[in-house]
């Protein structure tokens, strides 16, 4: 809600002044039309940015959960101990984590990645045989 409150923000600040200066150097006929058409300008564009907003977060999100996806069933080292939060490495990155159950898994330790959860992994510890 705040980065689209800043972004009708940005949009009022660079677009407003150059509707309203167009609406008034334009050489119509009735002024009270170039100040409607100037709002009405603004107020197209202004749509346009938020639904672009809108569908750019869309995309983003639905990364970030192909790619938690990706990493289900995938194993992995524990950075840090997990008792029970902490970090792991997953393909070659770095990941806050927690694990599942009352496991307490050290540093070095196999872990395999069984779900997500907000911005963190759910891990559990890999039974070494």
Avoid at 13 to 19: F, K, M, N, T
């Amino acid at each position: 809600m705040r980065d689209r409150r800043r972004t009708v923000l940005l949009t009022l600040v660079v677009v407003l002044p150059i509707v309203v200066a167009l609406g008034i150097f334009l050489p119509l006929e009735d002024y009270r039309m170039s100040i409607l058409s100037a709002c009405l300008v603004l107020v197209l564009v202004e749509a346009a940015v938020l639904s672009w907003e809108q569908v750019s977060a869309r995309k983003r999100s639905r990364g970030l959960v192909d790619g938690f996806a990706r990493l289900k069933g995938q194993t992995g080292e524990a950075m840090t101990e997990l008792s029970p939060a902490g970090k792991v490495k997953v393909s070659g990155e770095v990941w806050d984590a927690r694990v599942e159950g009352s496991d307490v898994v050290s540093a070095g330790q196999q872990v395999a990645v069984v779900g997500a959860e907000r911005f963190s992994l759910i891990v559990t510890l890999v039974q070494e045989e």
